[in-house]
Structure formats: structure tokens, C-alpha cells
């Protein structure tokens, strides 16, 4: 059998009957002769490949200029049946070549050790693709006369051609070597499908760093049922102050950084010019390396200030605020701390009550320069509430906007409030007040905490002298100033909640038992009033999403007034997060490592900017541990670093002897990443 015209015929290898020798040796040159025709049909389905692709653009080419579209379109299939005729000849040639060399290796293996199984003559192939299936004989021919492609369904091969050369460089052949059969499979082109296109690494420039914090404080004026509040006067002795703290680049350069009161031209106080060459050198004039901070001690605020900090070169600043209410007359008496909270688009919000005497005012900030568009998602004890007037909010550029959340959902004594928005990226807290008769109940602005997960860890939970606690507790109207925490499960599937308590000394079993259900869609209450006194933390986990906080209240006797706090979740510390004191009280800071020992770091910065010397504590595993924030001096701000396991942090701000107390979050870190993967397709 003979190859193509010009082509040198590959010679029958002589095989004497009994010599072994020679039949491994025809074998060989039979591999050989198969690998080099397979390399001509590759070689030539490439050629004829590029040939048809130079003629199909030579074709349009043509046809666009003459307008001659018939003839062109048929120039280029008649080229199309050429290069498909020499397809067609490079199979045929490649088909005789393997018969040729299936025959020479059959003689061979004619010529074999007589114990050589005789069933090895039968040639078969598997269909491709299809281990285990029927046989399909290599060289049966369909009813046209075209040799069938094994995994093809028996269909001819030129029935199957997509293009000029799906099928050019196909070839089957079945090579008997020794006892062994190996099947020779189809060389078809792939499909080509749709580009697929790894992620990037954008890089993504440095905004000014944005930290809005709350206005204060004000007494509602109109009836609770209303949406849109009134207010009238808190009390003669309310002040709201600011805290800000910017730290420089290593050159020592403070970034442009200033005070301004919400939607203003103009700043309440500039911290630092806005010149945008902070950042651009890694050491001052003299060479050296010195990180300093700029401190605004207290800040007079009466409306929502944004804290504005310019980048340093391609990362964002170090700064953060804090801001403090407090007021020893009127029915907002009491104390009341938060973070200045970094806009977003999404956040929970949670120890929102709207029964009688408790009040609850939703207060959103836009500091972006882009309308926002605001969803409000409100549940329950008993499931979500639908409430009219709750979606589609809008809030323009520099604006802030309050809702009464008893004119959304009255008589909730647990009320958790999704806040998510399109648009320009919004910051918001709830002021809660309670008013039980004419004696105040205390004050607390409800901040974000860490966001929904599997697991929350809520620290800083601090719990009174249990005597002191019962004689409040028995006062008619005062079964909720007590510690409790609750946890709010935003899916409708069912929570099955592991909860662990860590207080000074240890772990403390839950009354009752660490284990949980919690309805999907609503808030639950677990009461903490069983606790001794001191400062604890909780771990929840869950096989669902959860997010939780924990009441913590104040008092010191009966007929007195009392205050209470919110401990929202906290985020897992890392490297020199930024905790800012608030003006007013004095502050603790309470850390739990639930799973393994962790160390704390700590670096305070006095009013003057100046960073003082490292503090270390441990924090053994399964432990709360406390540390004053002032330890002998007067820090207006503490630099925190973690190092081991896994370790979370609060700031508990109390009053001294009044029944005053506020609970605040560690910051995240506000130097964050510098690119983001970017996924491009369709």
C-alpha cells in the first residue's frame, strides 16, 4: 500500500518466523514510521489551516471592494473544497500508512514466542471518551463509504467538519505491540469557545479617608408614632465634643486633615494644610524617620462633623475620631459614646426598642458627593416587620435625615435594623433614650459592629454589683436594666447557637445551657443578669449567619437614675489599630482570646501627638482581661497590636461614681490594600 505521489512507500519489514529479534524490530521502525507520518498530517493541517484563512480574507477583501459578493462568497467555498480534497488526501494517506504498519507488526507478532496470546490479532477501539463501552471495530466503514471516527456516533467523518480542517488530521490506527493494543485517537481542533479572562490586580488610588461622627443628642418633640421627628431642648448642661487623631508619614508630614460640620464649605477646625505632600518622602530634611500625630483634644460639635484626612501617597492615613455626649439633667440624661464610623453601604444596627418610654430615633449621614438611595429592613422578636415608608429613601449629598422608628414598628422590645443603600455610601447610629415615668433611664448611640458571620465575638460586656443590680431590677418598669444579650438571625432558616461566656477567671456556664435555637428572621434575648460582678465577653457561633450585641446598664440605687450601653460585635485585632478616646469619662479596654493565649500591644498618644512607650498584656485563652487605657498618664488615644490567636476588643467608657457608661468598638484598621482583583466579562 502506497502513500501519497512523491512520497517515499515504507518498505514491509522482513520477519523470519522464529526470529524475535527481527520482529521487535520491524515493531520499531513501524513506531517510527507512524510517528512521522502523524507529524506530515499535523504539519500539513497547518498549512492548509493558514492557506484557507489567507484565502477566506483575500476573498472578503475582494468582495468588499467590487461588490462582487456572490463571486467572492463562491471563490471562497470552491477554495474551501480544495484545501477540504487536501485534507481529505493527507487522511487517506494517513489511513494506509497505519494499515501498512499494522500489518507489518501483525507478521511480527506472528513471529513470535509461541505462548503469545493469538486473541491479540483482533483489533477493536473503545469509542473516545466512553471507557467501558462496546468495542467498535477500528476500520468499519459507514453505508457512504467514509471510514466512521470512533466517538463520533458512527457519523462520516466529512459529515462532522465544521471548518476546512475539523477532520484534515484525522487518523485511527490500531498498532498490536507484543501482547498490548494501542488505539490511536482522533485529532479533531477543539471548539473554540468564549475567552476566558484571568482576574487583574487594579490598582486602585487613595481617597481622602471619610469618618462621620454622630450629632448629638435631641429630645423628641412630636408624638412617637410620628416618622419625622421634632425636637425641643436636651437640658442646660448637654455638651458634645469631638476627639481626632492623624498620624504623619514617616518624614514626620501631618496629611491635610480637618473638622467639617456636614454638607459645610468651610471646616470647624483644620488639623493640617491640605497640600498633598504627605507621603511622598520616606524621611524628613535631616534623613531621619519619625512618625508624629496631631491631636484635636475636644472639639465643640452641634451637628453631624466629618473627619477629613488626605492620603498618604498611595495608602490611606492613619486617623480616627471619637465623640462623647453627656448631660447630668433632662430626660436624656447619661452618657453617650461612638466611633466616628466610616460610610458604607450595608450595616446592621441592633438594641432598638419602641415599647413605652423607650424612644429610638434613626439618624443616616451622607458625606459622599453622591445621592444615596436607602433600604431599611426592620425585625423583630417575632419575625420581620413590613412596614410602609421603609424603602427607597433618599438622602442627597451632605445631607442627614432622622426617623422615628416607632412610626415604622411600634412596640418592639428587640428591634434590629438593616441599613443598605445604593449610591453614594451612608453612616448611621440610632439614638436610643428611655424615659421610665419621670425618672431618666439613660442614653446610647447604637452603632455598627462587625457584620454578620458565622461566629461573633462581643466583648466589654460589663456587669454591676449583683445587689446593687437586684434593688434596681425590682423597681416597677426596670426588669430590662439588666445585662442580656441578643443576637439576631437576618436568614429564614432556623439558628442553632453555641454560646460561650468568659469572664475574668474563665469560662462561665450559661444558666440553662450554652446551646440555642433561634428562630429564623427575628431577634433573641438571652439574659445575662445571673452573672457576678465584672467584665465579660461572649462567643457565639452558629451554623447560620448571625450578627449579636449585648446591653450592659448602670445604676447606683433605687429611685436614681440609671444609664445603659450597647456592645456591638467586634472584628478580630490585628496590627496598630487606632482607638480614640472619647473626651468625656474615663476608659477601659476589654479584650477576650477565645481560642488560644494572644498579647496586646499597646502605644498611647498624649494630647501634644507625642506616642509614648509600648505596653504588653496577655490575654490567656478563654479569658476577658481588662486594662485602664490611662495607666498613669493621659492618653488621648491608643495605638493596639495583637499577636497569637485570635483576639477582639472593646472600649468601655464610664463616668466614675455617676451611673454613666458607654461601650464602644475597636476601629478597624484604616490603612487598608491598595488593589483590588478586577474580574472582566460577560
Not at 222 to 239: G, I
Not at 603 to 616: F, H, Q, S, W
Request: net charge negative; hydrophobic share 40%; charged share 20%.
Amino acid at each position: 500500500m502506497a502513500d501519497k505521489p512523491g512520497e517515499e512507500q515504507l518498505p514491509e519489514p522482513d520477519v523470519a518466523p522464529a526470529q524475535g529479534r527481527q520482529a521487535r524490530k520491524a515493531t520499531r521502525e513501524a513506531e517510527k514510521a507512524r510517528a512521522a507520518r502523524e507529524a506530515t498530517r499535523d504539519k500539513a493541517a497547518k498549512a492548509a489551516d493558514k492557506a484557507q484563512a489567507a484565502k477566506e480574507a483575500k476573498a472578503a477583501k475582494k468582495a468588499r471592494k467590487t461588490g462582487k459578493t456572490d463571486k467572492a462568497a463562491a471563490a471562497a467555498q470552491a477554495d474551501q473544497s480544495t484545501v477540504a480534497g487536501q485534507a481529505d488526501q493527507a487522511t487517506a494517506a494517513g489511513q494506509a500508512g497505519e494499515a501498512t504498519a499494522a500489518g507489518a507488526a501483525a507478521t511480527a507478532a506472528a513471529a513470535g514466542p509461541p505462548d503469545m496470546d493469538a486473541s491479540a490479532s483482533a483489533a477493536t477501539v473503545p469509542p473516545a471518551g466512553s471507557a467501558g463501552s462496546d468495542p467498535v471495530p477500528a476500520s468499519a466503514p459507514d453505508s457512504s463509504g467514509s471510514s466512521a471516527i470512533p466517538g463520533a456516533g458512527g457519523e462520516p467523518r466529512n459529515a462532522r467538519r465544521k471548518g476546512p480542517l475539523l477532520g484534515a488530521a484525522a487518523g485511527v490506527g490500531v498498532l498490536l505491540l507484543g501482547v498490548g493494543a494501542v488505539a490511536a485517537g482522533s485529532f479533531f481542533e477543539p471548539p473554540r469557545g468564549a475567552a476566558q479572562l484571568d482576574p487583574i490586580s487594579a490598582a486602585v488610588p487613595a481617597g481622602n479617608l471619610t469618618a462621620v461622627c454622630p450629632e448629638p443628642l435631641k429630645l423628641l418633640d412630636s408624638a412617637a408614632d410620628e416618622v419625622d421627628p421634632e425636637f425641643s431642648p436636651v437640658s442646660k448642661t448637654a455638651v458634645t465634643k469631638a476627639r481626632a487623631t492623624v498620624f504623619s508619614d514617616l518624614g514626620g508630614t501631618i496629611p491635610g486633615s480637618a473638622l467639617t460640620e456636614l454638607g459645610a464649605d468651610s471646616p470647624l477646625i483644620e488639623i493640617a494644610d491640605f497640600t498633598g505632600k504627605a507621603g511622598s518622602s520616606g524621611s524628613n530634611e535631616a534623613g531621619e524617620t519619625k512618625v508624629v500625630a496631631k491631636v484635636v483634644a475636644g472639639q465643640d460639635i452641634t451637628a453631624p462633623t466629618v473627619l477629613s484626612v488626605e492620603p498618604l501617597g498611595e495608602q490611606h492615613a492613619r486617623a480616627g475620631a471619637a465623640m462623647s455626649y453627656t448631660a447630668s439633667d433632662g430626660d436624656l440624661r447619661g452618657l453617650a459614646a461612638a466611633n466616628c464610623l466610616t460610610p458604607s453601604n450595608d450595616f446592621w444596627l441592633l438594641g432598638a426598642s419602641t415599647t413605652v418610654g423607650a424612644s429610638s430615633v434613626l439618624n443616616l449621614y451622607n458625606a459622599s458627593e453622591t445621592p444615596s438611595t436607602v433600604d431599611l429592613e426592620l425585625i423583630g422578636s417575632k419575625g420581620p416587620i413590613q412596614a410602609a415608608g421603609s424603602r427607597g429613601l433618599l438622602l442627597a449629598p451632605g445631607e442627614s435625615r432622622s426617623w422615628v422608628l416607632a412610626g415604622l414598628a411600634a412596640g418592639q422590645e428587640s428591634l434590629a435594623v438593616h441599613v443598605s443603600s445604593s449610591g453614594g455610601a451612608v453612616a448611621g447610629t440610632i439614638q436610643q433614650s428611655v424615659l421610665r415615668g419621670l425618672t431618666p433611664g439613660g442614653v446610647e448611640l447604637l452603632q455598627p459592629g462587625n457584620g454578620p458571620g458565622l461566629r461573633e465575638v462581643v466583648t466589654g460586656i460589663e456587669v454591676q454589683d449583683a445587689k446593687v443590680a437586684r434593688q434596681i431590677r425590682g423597681q416597677s418598669g426596670y426588669e430590662k436594666a439588666a445585662p442580656a444579650l441578643e443576637v439576631v438571625v437576618p436568614g429564614s432558616g432556623d439558628a442553632t447557637l453555641e454560646v460561650r461566656l468568659f469572664g475574668p477567671k474563665g469560662q462561665v456556664e450559661l444558666p440553662g445551657g450554652g446551646v440555642l435555637t433561634a428562630a429564623g428572621g427575628s431577634v433573641l434575648s438571652i439574659p445575662l443578669d445571673s452573672l457576678p460582678a465584672g467584665t465579660y465577653s461572649a462567643d457565639i457561633s452558629s451554623n447560620v449567619s448571625i450578627n449579636a450585641a449585648a446591653r450592659v446598664s448602670r445604676g447606683t440605687g433605687t429611685d436614681k437614675p440609671v444609664d445603659f450601653g450597647w456592645a456591638p460585635s467586634s472584628g478580630r485585632l490585628g496590627s496598630e489599630h487606632l482607638a480614640v478616646l472619647p473626651p468625656a469619662g474615663s476608659s477601659k479596654l476589654s479584650f477576650t482570646a477565645p481560642d488560644g493565649d494572644a498579647q496586646i500591644s499597646l502605644r498611647p498618644v498624649d494630647v501634644k501627638g507625642n506616642i509614648g512607650a509600648e505596653r504588653k498584656i496577655s490575654v490567656p485563652a478563654g479569658t476577658t482581661v481588662t486594662a485602664d487605657a490611662k495607666d498613669g498618664g493621659d492618653p488621648a488615644a491608643l495605638l493596639v497590636s495583637a499577636t497569637g490567636d485570635a483576639v477582639y476588643g472593646s472600649q468601655v467608657v464610664t463616668n466614675g461614681s455617676k451611673p454613666d457608661i458607654s461601650v464602644l468598638p475597636i476601629p478597624q484598621g484604616t490603612q487598608g490594600q491598595q488593589s483590588v482583583p478586577v474580574v472582566i466579562g460577560y
